[in-house]
């Protein structure tokens, strides 16, 4: 079953970039790839997807490997309203919904 | 646009005592999901309808039953409540299973 690894926390200052990366050595070419994240004591928010191109949008971008094995989630200037877990997950395109991994996560703190 | 709603916010159980927790959508979603969250955890996925009329189970369906009441609806019931069942649950709805999920509040319930 494809799944992704994410290292357990990472620091950043505010105003800084953040580059928060994903591996996910056995994905399929059937899955897309997904980020959440999850604000204290708030449901999980969906922040950017993508197959195999890099992605942007007005929260982060998205930038995938060449060989779709690994991805980083990118935020161009911490704020401290970033701070949270964020997920990285597989989504099936063709629809199998087996099970759906949201591992541990990062926890991200930003320093003021 | 309420989004997703969740009833209650939070919930005491005794062992062996049955409730229901409730989840609307209001974004003319097909699927919804229930997901559970226990401490310093990602998310599970307990039980998904994929479109109204079915129910699949997740990774962790045990001791859980659904109902798909109608499109807006989906509830997650508990028949005889377990201190392992102590945790925060999330439903979350999307327009079909591989697009990207919309979450609710959380429930938290304590079971003792």
């Known amino acids: 079953d494809a799944k992704t690894t994410q290292p357990n926390s990472m620091e950043s200052n505010e105003e800084e970039p953040v580059h928060l990366p994903c591996n996910h050595s056995t994905i399929s070419g059937t899955d897309y790839i997904h980020w959440y994240r999850q604000l204290p004591s708030q449901g999980p928010e969906y922040v950017i997807h993508?197959?195999?191109s890099n992605v942007n949008n007005r929260m982060a971008s998205l930038a995938i490997a060449e060989d779709r094995k690994s991805s980083t989630l990118i935020l161009h200037r911490a704020t401290l309203r970033d701070a949270a877990v964020y997920y990285c997950i597989l989504r099936d395109v063709t629809g199998s919904y087996d099970k759906v991994i949201f591992g541990p996560g990062t926890s991200l703190s930003v320093i003021p | 646009n309420a989004g997703v709603t969740q009833t209650p916010k939070f919930q005491v159980l005794k062992t062996g005592q049955s409730m229901t927790l409730q989840c609307a959508q209001d974004m003319n979603h097909n699927s919804m999901y229930w997901y559970r969250q226990d401490p310093g955890m990602g998310l599970r996925l307990i039980y998904y309808?994929?479109?109204?009329?079915?129910?699949d189970k997740g990774e962790v369906p045990n001791g859980y039953n659904v109902s798909r009441l109608n499109k807006r609806e989906f509830s997650l019931r508990l028949e005889s409540a377990a201190p392992s069942q102590t945790s925060v649950y999330f439903c979350?709805?999307?327009?079909?299973?591989?697009?990207?999920?919309?979450f609710g509040p959380g429930t938290r319930l304590t079971v003792l």
């Open positions: 979350a709805s999307s327009e079909w299973v591989t697009d990207t999920q919309y």
């Open positions: 993508g197959l195999t």
């Open positions: 309808s994929a479109s109204e009329g079915t129910t």
